[in-house]
């Protein structure tokens, strides 16, 4: 399998879209900042194709990577759990 396109599960639509989404602010931010790619991966320790596959939503990179370049250039992001049903599962105890 390709680098980059490992993913364990069928995550749906919706979450594949929200990591696209992520990818898209990161590229943005960075643009704004007048940063390249290579200035980014260095900034990170990671390779410069890591950046592209981050910006571009691909949903095989580390998290590690991802949540890094968004602290980067300052965008906070939020995780909310799902609620009980959503995922065909139940909610853990005391998530109400």
Do not use: F, N, W
């Not at 990591?19 to 590229?27: C, P, S, Y």
């Not at 095989?60 to 370049?69: E, F, I, K, P, Y």
């Not at 602290?71 to 609620?83: E, R």
């Amino acid at each position: 399998m390709a680098q980059g396109k490992r993913v364990s599960l069928d995550i749906g639509a919706e979450a594949l879209q929200s990591i696209k989404d992520l990818g898209a602010a990161a590229k943005q931010a960075r643009l704004q900042a007048g940063e390249g790619q290579a200035a980014a991966a260095a900034k990170l320790g990671v390779h410069v194709q890591t950046i592209g596959r981050i910006e571009s939503g691909e949903p095989g990179v580390a998290v590690g990577h991802v949540m890094g370049m968004l602290a980067l250039y300052g965008i906070a992001v939020q995780a909310h759990m799902a609620t009980a049903g959503a995922t065909g599962e139940s909610a853990p105890a005391g998530a109400d």
